[in-house]
């Protein structure tokens, strides 16, 4: 292509002027972020990101997909980096897939200048599909960007939110927080008989004061932590049933008989104590007495 | 054929499976376990499964069988020594054992069964005494 060897010259030529102004653009709309960005730092994006573009256009890509075609690899690596750090900073999409279109207009001004009419028309047809061609690939790494944040928090959530404590020698307690899917489910089964066989606890307690909502799945899940455990010779009680949830699991008809219920998890402690054989007594408070007497 | 070996302690059994079995090998011990259970006139069967990697569902049901006819021969059956991965195959596989009674370790078990029979005896003598 004839046009995209001139065009590629023409914005080499003109290279140093439309990054200065393109620069000055950016900082202006980004006034309000400068909190987020450093000026060096987007001087450097701006300058590496028109780098590579022209370097793009030289290479044979005035015709090409921008999202899949070789010359583009450089400026969409380019891209994902910056859009992935700026999903990181707390960028919107718009805000972050500006940073590509506001090129458009330092430098149309260029072309514009250096060009005919008849020429600036096309050219500014094939610019104008690279540059949005590359603003849609932002949004989209963008997008991917946030989504790999939303399930690796999902992922710490999943680890977090399941601890298994040890009460009492041989007590264990295992306070669930959040809805019980079957992922969590097994998270929680396998910790939970992990730690039966770590500490060789013959009781564990599963508190639900924290599960909003208990539908026969969750019974269903709650009721296979309890047999595995049961199999592996340890006792559970289940603790911390609100009103609302015994209504629930009456209604639902679900059929919890089989595992001790309490309703809090203070009960369910004094149960567990007695189990292994223990008692907790007050101890005798030698002045009061005196006084009494 | 591997043979898995019964141990006669005091009045019960101990069974330590230490080697991955065969449907044959479950089905033998089987045949021995009772066998044994009425020999000796055990009043307990105590089965360690701790060195068991994988349960499958026809090892899973041949210990609740076992179980079972343990107890139609006044044997109480304790399986021990679980492994977590194990435990959830199994309530995976929608067996949660109902009938067998389990413990964490040999020793755990040990004391399960004692009790067991120390409470059967009371029972016994409680009514002898009524009678």
């Known amino acids: ?293 | 054929m591997e043979r898995i070996p019964i141990l006669k302690m005091g009045k019960f059994l101990l069974v330590s499976i230490q080697i991955d079995m065969d449907d044959r090998t479950a089905m033998t011990l089987q045949d021995d376990l009772t066998g044994q259970i009425v020999k000796h006139r055990a009043k307990g069967v105590l089965i360690d499964i701790s060195s068991l990697d994988v349960v499958d569902s026809f090892i899973g049901r041949m210990l609740a069988n076992t179980a079972a006819m343990a107890r139609i021969l006044d044997a109480e059956t304790v399986v021990v020594g679980m492994q977590p991965s194990v435990a959830i195959t199994l309530v995976e596989l929608g067996l949660s054992l109902k009938g067998v009674r389990s413990a964490l370790n040999v020793e755990r078990g040990m004391e399960l069964l004692q009790r067991i029979a120390t409470d059967i005896e009371s029972e016994a003598a409680d009514a002898d005494d009524e009678n």
């Open chain 1, 1 to 293: 292509m004839a046009n995209a060897r001139t065009i590629a010259d023409l914005l080499r030529h003109h290279e140093g002027e439309i990054l200065g102004e393109w620069i000055r653009l950016q900082q202006q709309d980004l006034s309000i972020r400068n909190n987020l960005l450093k000026a060096g730092e987007v001087e450097q994006q701006c300058r590496d990101f028109l780098g590579a573009l022209i370097a793009g256009l030289e290479s044979g890509g005035a015709t090409a997909d921008v999202s899949t075609a070789t010359p583009w690899a450089p400026v969409r690596d380019l891209l994902s980096s910056l859009s992935r750090s700026r999903a990181r900073q707390g960028f919107t999409p718009t805000e972050t897939a500006t940073f590509v279109f506001s090129l458009k207009r330092p430098m149309f001004a260029i072309v514009r200048r250096e060009l005919s009419a008849e020429e600036f028309a096309e050219e500014s047809w094939t610019l104008t599909t690279i540059l949005d061609g590359l603003g849609l690939y932002t949004a989209e790494t963008y997008q991917k960007g946030r989504e790999e944040i939303i399930s690796r928090q999902q992922q710490e959530l999943l680890e977090l939110s399941t601890p298994v404590v040890e009460l009492w020698e041989g007590v264990l307690a295992l306070p669930l927080i959040g809805t019980l899917d079957s992922a969590r489910t097994q998270v929680v089964m396998e910790s939970l008989l992990q730690a039966i066989v770590d500490t060789g606890s013959s009781i564990a307690i599963i508190d639900i004061t924290g599960v909003p909502v208990v539908d026969t799945l969750v019974a269903q899940h709650l009721l296979k932590t309890v047999a595995a455990a049961r199999l592996m010779g340890a006792e559970c009680i289940i603790s911390g049933i609100r009103p609302q949830i015994a209504q629930t699991i009456v209604h639902l008809g679900v059929e919890i008989s089989d595992v001790p219920t309490k309703a809090t998890l203070a009960d369910a402690f004094a149960i567990a104590l007695s189990r292994v054989g223990l008692t907790v007594t007050k101890r005798k408070a030698a002045t009061v007495v005196q006084v009494a007497e």
